[in-house]
């Protein structure tokens, strides 16, 4: 099993941008896809982000498209979220998550078996 740490959340203003990572320990990173998921309360955690194996291959939420990117770097078990020109709608919790689907980015949230304890990301209009 792997383990999830998430950093870099904050408060931002409208326009603004912030770069979140996730470090993994534990089970070899190299082995999952990696997936950033929010919420905001009341509503189900959402996918916005998710990044194979090899990072190779990457996919997106169209409401984030164009503005986030995912990336990883395997040498530090360590996948990030680089978000610009950020939105108030964008203000959430952040989740990183791992997948044994390593080959794919899984947009369904119940296809990652491992969850970080989540990052607040507050954008001020």
């Known amino acids: 099993q792997v383990q999830l740490v998430e950093s870099g959340g904050g408060l931002v203003q409208a326009g603004g941008s912030l770069r979140l990572s996730c470090a993994a320990s534990?089970?070899?990173?190299?082995?999952?896809?990696m997936g950033w998921f929010r919420q905001v309360p009341g509503k189900e955690r959402e996918f916005a982000a998710a990044?194979?194996?090899?990072?190779?291959?990457?996919s997106y939420a169209d409401s984030v498209k164009g503005r986030f990117t995912i990336s990883r770097d395997n040498a530090k078990s360590t996948v990030y979220l680089q978000m610009n020109s950020l939105k108030p709608e964008d203000t959430a919790v952040y989740y990183c998550?791992?997948?044994?689907?390593?080959?794919?980015?899984?947009?369904?949230?119940?296809?990652?078996?491992?969850w970080g304890q989540g990052t607040q990301v507050t954008v001020s209009s």
């Open positions: 998550a791992a997948s044994g689907r390593s080959n794919y980015t899984p947009v369904n949230r119940a296809h990652y078996g491992t």
């Open positions: 534990g089970r070899t990173f190299s082995s999952y896809a």
């Open positions: 990044i194979t194996w090899s990072g190779s291959s990457t």
